[in-house]
């Protein structure tokens, strides 16, 4: 059974920083795009960042330039180092990852981890 495990979220002031992580486990063959998303309450679910195999990104404008998401293959782990915090980047932040296992590449989520930013 394949799992993703986030962890580093929090509360943080503004202007501060947060790392994310989140580590995928089970039985892998490969795990390809790895990306955060966030919903915050009243809203829609909505992509922060997401990274290729290849280390090519890809952000939302409104964290490009405070937010960077990077990954280590051989852990299958990826990160979100957030940077220069504001109140509108409160939500719940989740991991998501298209993960191969034998012949099928299925998309899994994170349980999602809270970062709250206050003012």
């Known amino acids: 059974q394949v799992q993703l495990v986030e962890s580093g979220g929090g509360l943080v002031q503004a202007g501060g920083s947060l790392r994310l992580s989140c580590a995928a486990s089970g039985i892998i063959f490969s795990v390809n795009t790895m990306g955060w998303y966030r919903q915050a309450p009243g809203k829609q679910r909505e992509l922060v960042a997401d990274i290729t195999v290849g280390g090519n990104t890809n952000y939302v404008d409104s964290v490009r330039g405070r937010f960077t998401i990077s990954r280590d293959n051989a852990k299958n782990t990826v990160y979100l180092q957030m940077n220069s915090l504001k109140p509108e980047d409160t939500a719940v932040y989740y991991c998501?990852?298209?993960?191969?296992?034998?012949?099928?590449?299925?998309?899994?989520w994170g349980q999602g981890t809270q970062v709250t930013v206050s003012s």
């Open positions: 998501n990852a298209w993960i191969r296992v034998r012949t099928t590449i299925s998309n899994y």
